[in-house]
């Protein structure tokens, strides 16, 4: 059975850091795609960072220069780094997985994970 869970969200101030974990389990990480989304109140779901099995990672413009998807050694935990954050960056953050990895995995517009965790609300003041 596949599990998303994702931890490390909180407040903090514009121009502050957070660092999100999902840890996941049920799924070969050797073949998937996974990412991190986030939706705002009254706005669309959006894909924020997304990385493949096989190393190659893509960031929505929005946040490119500033926030970072890895996964740890043990490819049992996703991670996305978050600098420089500001407050149109508040939105509840979720994990997605997807496997098979599919051949859309690094368009982050248009791959849709059949896996999700629950969300962790980052929340950004001015």
């Known amino acids: 059975q596949v599990h998303l869970v994702e931890s490390g969200g909180g407040s903090v101030q514009a121009g502050g850091s957070l660092r999100l974990s999902c840890a996941v389990s049920?799924?070969?990480?050797?073949?998937?795609?996974m990412a991190w989304f986030r939706q705002a109140p009254g706005k669309e779901r959006e894909g924020v960072a997304v990385?493949?099995?096989?190393?190659?990672?893509n960031y929505a413009d929005s946040v490119k220069g500033r926030f970072s998807i890895f996964s740890g050694a043990a490819k049992t935990t996703l991670y996305l780094q978050m600098n420089s954050l500001k407050p149109e960056d508040t939105a509840m953050y979720y994990c997605?997985?997807?496997?098979?990895?599919?051949?859309?995995?690094?368009?982050?517009?248009?791959?849709?994970?059949?896996?999700w965790g629950q969300g962790t609300q980052v929340t950004v003041s001015s």
């Open positions: 997605a997985a997807q496997f098979p990895r599919p051949s859309n995995c690094l368009d982050i517009a248009s791959v849709r994970p059949a896996y």
């Open positions: 049920g799924f070969p990480y050797t073949s998937s795609c």
């Open positions: 990385i493949s099995s096989y190393g190659g990672v």
